[in-house]
């Protein structure tokens, strides 16, 4: 019986290495900030059952709490406020576009 649960252990283990593994290069390739985000809250998280698994219940909890934790939400207020800045960029540089475009035509006009 407890070979049986040695095997289980060895195997959740294993599986558990494999899932860091896996979303530490799904975070490194992925093109979308938000993805790469959410896969590093996921990877902080996966992060902090390892060290459970290794008896390190007080590194466990800092990992969860400010790896996870305090370090996504910065990360996904930064990436808001990333994403709001663009779109305030992409606005002032339609309204330059469109100044240009009018103080050319008025030119043009003027010199009718």
């Known amino acids: ?5 040695n095997y289980a252990a060895i195997a959740f283990d294993g599986v558990l290495a494999l899932v860091l593994l896996v979303l530490a290069w799904q ?16 990877f902080g998280l996966m992060l902090s059952l ?3 698994r290794l008896k390190a219940i007080d590194i466990a909890l800092a990992e ?12 996904l ?5 990333l994403q ?9 540089q339609d309204a330059h ?3 240009q475009k009018e103080n ?7 010199s009718d």
């Not at 390739?29 to 590093?40: I, T």
């Not at 050319?104 to 003027?110: C, D, L, P, W």
Request: hydrophobic share 50%; aromatic share 6%; proline share 2%.
């Open 1 to 5: 019986m407890e070979s049986s649960l």
């Open 84 to 92: 709001r800045n663009r779109a305030i960029n992409r606005g002032r």
């Open 97 to 99: 576009k469109n100044a």
């Open 50 to 52: 390892a060290w459970v």
């Open 64 to 75: 969860a709490a400010i790896g996870a934790g305090l370090t996504g939400a910065l990360f």
């Open 27 to 42: 975070l490194l390739r992925s093109p979308s900030l938000f993805k790469a985000v959410v896969l590093f809250i996921s």
């Open 77 to 81: 207020t930064a990436l808001d406020r």
């Open 104 to 110: 050319s035509r008025n030119i043009s006009e003027a």
